[in-house]
C-alpha cells in the first residue's frame, strides 16, 4: 500500500507541476496550452526531469534542482523558477479566481 501511496503523491505532484506550466507558458504567451506536449528526461541511465513544449514555447522541470526553467519561441529562457513557487502561484491564482466566482 505504501508503494501505491507514493505513486500517487508523484502523479499529484506532476500534475500540480503540468497545471503550473500551462499556466506560466500562457501567461508568457504560448496558445492552445491543452494540447501541451510532455517529454520526460534521463540523464546517465537516470529520470531528472521533464520538458513540456507548447508550439514554440517550452519549459524544462529539472527534478532534482526543483527548477523550472521557460523558454520563449526563440530558444531564449524568459523565465526561470523553482518548480514548487511555480506550484503555489497556480493555487493562488486558482483560488483567487473561485473566490471572484
Known amino acids: 500500500m505504501e508503494g501505491f501511496l507514493d ?3 508523484v502523479n499529484a505532484v506532476l500534475e500540480q507541476v503540468r497545471e503550473a506550466v ?36 517550452q519549459a524544462i522541470w529539472f ?6 526553467k521557460l523558454f520563449g519561441p526563440c530558444g531564449d529562457v524568459l523565465r526561470t523558477l523553482s518548480a514548487s513557487e511555480a506550484v503555489a502561484e497556480r493555487s493562488s491564482s486558482a483560488s483567487s479566481d473561485r473566490r471572484a466566482a
Open 7 to 9: 505513486a500517487m503523491t
Open 22 to 57: 500551462r499556466s506560466q507558458l500562457r501567461d508568457l504567451g504560448a496558445e492552445n496550452v491543452e494540447a501541451m506536449r510532455e517529454t520526460m528526461l534521463i540523464r546517465n541511465g537516470m529520470y531528472c526531469g521533464r520538458r513540456f513544449q507548447c508550439g514554440t514555447y
Open 63 to 68: 527534478i532534482e534542482e526543483d527548477e523550472l
